[in-house]
């Protein structure tokens, strides 16, 4: 029996990166595992992958900025499973701008990418994780919590994920419902495209680390997003799990 056996699960962004990462050890610990990406060639092959470990894992291609098609998404998962118990809204896509050259469109990216998919994917989900006692996991980042220099768009709508986090676990702690957040840091591609364009800067990133090194997506998100997907954490809600090689201390 795995940690979340035969538990199901919506991972935003699960086509690559961390979203990839966690969606490996959901199904090695028995979950049935649902990717909704924009990337359909990357999401086909990901599902090949769970596929060895969960053979009834699904992938849904959508852009998340397509707000009216977020509803339906839990609508498919509740037509082929008849139950959803962990909701993990991974994906966000932003752009750094220095704050006076940040506008109207940088902030548009990432809320329309991270934080209204968070929203209403959580409001649609709720009804449903209230019949499971589901778990949430939304994702927050150091950039955020810290106010990072050149992440304004970035930073607040992560932020703003965080804020309605702790509403939604204040409303729905009453149901068993545990609505918690990851701050990672974390070796995905994106990272390691940064890397090999700018190495001066990317070392300067790590030394700044305590552990030194960027977390790997599996290895080391993937088992904390089982803990907060599974029943060892059920008297957690409402926090924010820094999962960053202790690089946000507060
Ligand atoms: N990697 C880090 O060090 C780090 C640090 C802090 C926070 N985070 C947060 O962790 C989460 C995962 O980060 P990552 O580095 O793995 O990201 P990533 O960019 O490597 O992967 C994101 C995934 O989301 C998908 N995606 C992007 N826009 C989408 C859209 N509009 N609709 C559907 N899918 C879309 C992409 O196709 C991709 O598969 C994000 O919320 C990110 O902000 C990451």
Redesign the pocket.
């Known amino acids: 029996m795995g940690k979340i056996q035969d538990k199901v699960a919506i991972i ?10 966690m969606a490996m050890a959901f199904v090695k610990e028995g979950a049935k595992v649902v990717i ?4 359909e060639e ?2 086909q092959d990901s599902i090949k992958e769970l596929k060895q470990y969960q053979p009834e894992s699904m992938f849904i291609q ?5 707000h009216d098609k977020l509803k339906d998404i839990i609508g498919q998962v509740i037509e082929k499973y008849g139950k959803l118990d962990i909701l993990v ?6 752009r750094n701008k220095p704050f006076l050259e940040t506008d109207q469109k940088d902030l548009d990216l990432s809320f ?3 934080f209204y ?1 968070t929203f209403y994917l959580m409001q649609a989900a709720i009804p449903h994780l209230k019949e499971t006692k589901g778990n949430i996991i939304n ?5 955020g919590i810290q106010g990072h220099a050149t992440q304004t768009a ?1 930073a607040a709508a ?1 932020e703003a994920i965080r804020a309605i986090t702790r509403v939604a676990a204040n409303e729905f702690g009453k149901d068993d419902i545990n609505v918690n957040l ?10 390691q495209e940064w890397a090999k364009a700018q190495p001066e800067y990317y070392q300067e990133v790590v030394s700044k680390i305590p552990m030194q090194r ?2 790997e ?1 599996e290895e080391d998100i993937g088992p904390v997003a089982v803990f907060l997907a599974s029943d060892e954490s059920n008297y957690i809600t409402g926090q924010t799990i820094n999962v ?1 090689g202790g690089s946000v201390k507060f």
């Open positions: 935003t962004g699960g086509a690559g990166g961390i979203g990839k990462g909704v990406d924009l990337n990357a999401g959508v852009n998340l900025a397509e809204n991974n994906a966000h896509a932003s329309d990418t991270g998919p994702f927050a980042s150091g950039a970035y992560k990851i701050a990672p840091i974390a070796n995905s591609q994106g990272v960027f977390g997506l960053d």
